[in-house]
């Protein structure tokens, strides 16, 4: 089992970053992709970026250039930076793990969750 524990979340202005971090405990040594999503209510939980062990990146192409994940395999910790933050960056982050190396932004491919972090922007 994987257990991951998310922080860095607020409230900023439009324009402003954040930087999100998730530190996995547990099977650590197993852990292959993570990746973080978000969610607002009433809308499905989106990817965002993922990275898989050999610290490759990947990102949904709506944050492209804004976002930057990165991973520290020594400290089993993942980050989200997030520059140039917009109203619709406001919602519920969420870093999620799974064994498989392979990464994919596909929500159910993940078994591992973090409780999640709130950001809220605005104007």
């Known amino acids: 089992q994987v257990q991951l524990v998310e922080s860095g979340g607020g409230s900023v202005q439009a324009g402003g970053s954040l930087r999100l971090s998730c530190a996995a405990s547990?099977?650590?040594?197993?852990?292959?992709?993570m990746a973080w999503f978000r969610q607002v209510p009433g809308k499905e939980r989106e990817g965002v970026a993922s990275?898989?062990?050999?610290?490759?990146?990947g990102y949904a192409d709506s944050v492209k250039g804004r976002f930057t994940i990165s991973r520290d395999n020594a400290e089993n910790t993942v980050y989200l930076q997030i520059n140039s933050l917009k109203v619709e960056d406001t919602g519920t982050y969420y870093c999620?793990?799974?064994?498989?190396?392979?990464?994919?932004?596909?929500?159910?491919?993940?078994?591992?969750w973090g409780q999640g972090t709130q950001v809220t922007v605005s104007s």
């Open positions: 999620a793990a799974r064994l498989f190396s392979a990464c994919s932004l596909i929500a159910g491919s993940f078994p591992f």
């Open positions: 547990g099977s650590t040594d197993r852990l292959g992709c």
């Open positions: 990275v898989d062990k050999i610290l490759r990146p």
